[in-house]
């Protein structure tokens, strides 16, 4: 009985494992998205001939949630390959830092997309809102 629990458990762990690196890998997709995304909404912003005060809180908002899903990213991977608790204390800290820094940077994205949207309706120019 005690082998077969033993077996459950390393089975889970493996399970485990892999799992975690799923997520490691779909982290890191979503990083890559992230900076195309901040890259095409930075040089869309270097062109407008008259930004707003809601496209610059827009593009702000990318950057810091680029510099979140980084973050976020690295500390999931250092989870991954952690030595011990303490490494692995640390890259949690890394993870919930990126992800705070993601929240702030939606709720900016938000605010800046209804002054874009409020200023379209009074001027009747439509915009793109990344």
């Known amino acids: ?29 979503k990083t890559i998205g992230q900076i ?27 950057w810091i949630e680029t510099v979140g899903q980084f973050l976020q990213t690295i500390g999931v991977s250092q989870q991954i390959s952690a030595i011990n608790e303490e490494v692995t204390f640390k890259a949690q800290e890394l993870e ?6 993601k929240s702030f940077a939606h709720a ?8 874009i949207l409020q200023e379209e309706k009074q001027t009747d120019i439509m915009d793109f809102i990344p």
């Open 1 to 29: 009985m005690e082998t077969e629990k033993g077996d459950k458990y390393k089975e889970n762990e493996e399970l485990k494992l892999k799992f975690e690196n799923v997520i490691a890998i779909g982290v890191w997709i």
């Open 36 to 62: 195309i995304e901040t890259i095409g909404v930075s040089n869309l912003f270097l062109i407008n001939e008259d930004p707003s005060s809601g496209d610059e809180k827009v593009v702000s908002a990318v």
């Open 96 to 101: 919930i830092i990126g992800v705070s820094l």
């Open 108 to 115: 900016l994205e938000a605010i800046g997309g209804i002054e």
